[in-house]
């Protein structure tokens, strides 16, 4: 009995340490990657988001939604703003089937921050999708008058493998945040 609860509380540590290892690692990921978006905000519901190919979305509702548009005139409207920021992609890699994490340096990110943008399978969900998380942490940050703190901080979108070891987390950092 007492061999069983041992083993049951050294599966429960080493569950826990690879926990935290796992929610900790992408804050060594590289901040200066590609860029993906530029995002304004004019008031708390109206902003756009230009991603690196100049393709523009929109939100009406605080970034709860966002739908493409034909032209950058909603831009053009307004010289003033809330705030502003880049987002660029930040990846780590593994080789030992995600127990340790290194900044991905070897080659250019842009062909990970692909994803992020407009695919021909499904459109621009999965960019609305990760505009709705990065807007909803922004929000908060700011609700919590913290958002400098968020400026070159990793966030974690994703991880995939290409087999048993070979990974790669994919996360996205702000930078150039101007808070009006």
């Known amino acids: ?10 599966i429960c540590f080493l569950s826990i340490i690879a926990l935290c290892q796992n929610q900790l690692y992408l804050k060594d990921a ?16 109206n902003g756009v988001a230009e991603s690196q190919f ?12 966002w739908l493409p548009v034909a032209t950058t005139e909603k831009k053009k409207e307004f010289t003033n703003y809330l705030w502003s920021a880049e987002i660029y992609c930040a990846i780590m890699t593994t080789s030992d089937g995600g127990t ?6 070897q080659e250019p990110q842009e062909h990970f921050c692909m994803v992020y943008f407009k695919d021909q399978n499904t459109g621009w ?6 505009l709705i998380k990065v807007i909803n942490t922004i929000n908060t940050y700011i609700k919590n008058d913290d958002i400098k703190s968020l400026v070159d ?4 979108c994703t991880e995939y493998y290409s087999n048993v070891d070979s990974g790669w987390a994919l996360g996205w950092c702000i930078r150039n945040l101007e808070n009006q």
Request: net charge neutral; aromatic share 12%; charged share 20%.
């Open 54 to 65: 100049e393709e523009t979305l929109e939100t009406n509702n605080s970034g709860k939604s």
């Open 100 to 105: 340790t994490w290194i900044p991905y340096l």
């Open 1 to 10: 009995m007492k061999i069983q609860i041992k083993i049951i509380v050294l």
């Open 125 to 130: 969900k999965v960019a609305e999708e990760f």
């Open 153 to 156: 901080q990793p966030h974690q």
């Open 30 to 45: 590289p901040t200066n990657g590609t860029k993906i978006y530029s995002i304004k905000f004019f008031d708390l519901n």
